[in-house]
Each structure stands twice: as structure tokens, then as C-alpha cells.
């Protein structure tokens, strides 16, 4: 079984930063890549950021300039660097990973439970 565990999120005031984490653990073989997606109230989730293993990344433009994807060494673990942070960033992050499983193989995408974060103005 694989599971991803968010964490980082909180209160922070317009300008400020936050760095949120995301662990996969369980039985797997490889990630692909992961990535970061956010659902504010009201409105459909979004994607913010991703990365390949490899170190291809795509940014949303609301992301672009301001936010920081990256992976750990191990390949396991993803970060999102926000800086700069605005009122309109405020919603539940979730990240999610593209995670490689053998006998027999297969990709499968895994979501964590979400971190929420919240600036205010």
C-alpha cells in the first residue's frame, strides 16, 4: 500500500512564505513524478506545480515566480517553496505522485489526505 503524507501548511500573512512537504512511503518500485494541486472553497482543484523524477517541472502562471517545486534525492519525497504568498493562495494543497509498482507493472496516481494553508491580508 502506498501513502503520501502532506505537511506544512498553516496561517502565514500576506508576503510571507511556507514550505510544504510530502512524503511517500509504502511498497513501490519508482515514482514517476509528483505534484502539487490546490482546492479552494467553492471551486474545482487545481493544479500548481509538477516535477518528473528527472527534474522537468511545469508551474501553473498563479505559480509561476513565486512558488518552487522540487524532489529529494531519494526520489520519494516533494516539496512546494511558496513565497510571496497571497490572499488567493489560500486552500487545501494535496499533492499526488505517479508511483511505479511491479508483478505486475503498472503506474498507478496516489493522493495524500491535503494540508491546508491559509494567508491572510
Known amino acids: 500500500q502506498v501513502r503520501l503524507v502532506e505537511s506544512g501548511g498553516g496561517l502565514v500573512q500576506a508576503g510571507g512564505s511556507l514550505r510544504l512537504s510530502c512524503v511517500t512511503s509504502?511498497?513501490?518500485?519508482?515514482?514517476?513524478?509528483m505534484g502539487w494541486y490546490r482546492q479552494a472553497p467553492g471551486k474545482q482543484r487545481e493544479l500548481v506545480a509538477d516535477?518528473?523524477?528527472?527534474?522537468?517541472?511545469n508551474y501553473a502562471d498563479s505559480a509561476k515566480g513565486r512558488f518552487t517545486i522540487s524532489m529529494d534525492n531519494a526520489k520519494t519525497t516533494v516539496y512546494l517553496q511558496m513565497n510571496s504568498l497571497k490572499p488567493e493562495d489560500t486552500a487545501v494543497y494535496y499533492c499526488?505522485?505517479?508511483?511505479?509498482?511491479?508483478?505486475?507493472?503498472?503506474?498507478?496516481?496516489?493522493w495524500g489526505q491535503g494540508t491546508q494553508v491559509t494567508v491572510s491580508s
Open positions: 509504502g511498497s513501490f518500485f519508482s515514482i514517476n513524478a
Open positions: 499526488n505522485a505517479a508511483v511505479v509498482t511491479r508483478s505486475p507493472w503498472k503506474v498507478d496516481t496516489y
Open positions: 516535477t518528473t523524477s528527472g527534474g522537468r517541472t
